[in-house]
C-alpha cells in the first residue's frame, strides 16, 4: 500500500514537472522577447535546463522504486531457492 502510494505520488510529480517545464519555458521566452531574441532563447534555455535536472530527479526515484520491488522478488526467489536444497540434503 505505501509503496504504491509513493509510486502515484511520483508519477503525478512526473507530470506535473513536464507541465511546469513547458510552462516555465514558455514564459520566460514570452517575457524577454520583449528585450532581445538571444536572451530570449538564453534564458527559456537554462529555465529549461532547470526543470529537466528536476524531472531527472523524480524518474531516478521511479527508477529506485522499481529497483527495490525487483530486489524483494529475487531475494524471494532465492529464499524458495535455499529452502528447497535444504530440503533435498
Avoid at 527508477?63 to 522478488?73: D, I, S, W
Wanted: charged share 20%.
Amino acid at each position: 500500500m505505501h509503496e504504491r502510494l509513493l509510486r502515484a505520488a511520483l508519477s503525478f510529480l512526473s507530470g506535473a514537472v513536464w507541465a511546469l517545464l513547458v510552462l516555465f519555458v514558455a514564459l520566460t521566452f514570452i517575457y524577454f522577447i520583449r528585450s532581445s531574441l538571444f536572451e530570449a532563447i538564453l534564458f527559456s534555455f537554462w529555465v529549461g535546463i532547470f526543470w529537466l535536472f528536476l524531472a531527472v530527479l523524480v524518474e531516478l526515484g521511479a527508477l529506485q522504486l522499481e529497483k527495490l520491488a525487483e530486489l524483494r522478488r529475487q531475494r524471494e526467489l532465492l529464499e524458495r531457492i535455499a529452502q528447497k536444497l535444504d530440503e533435498t540434503h
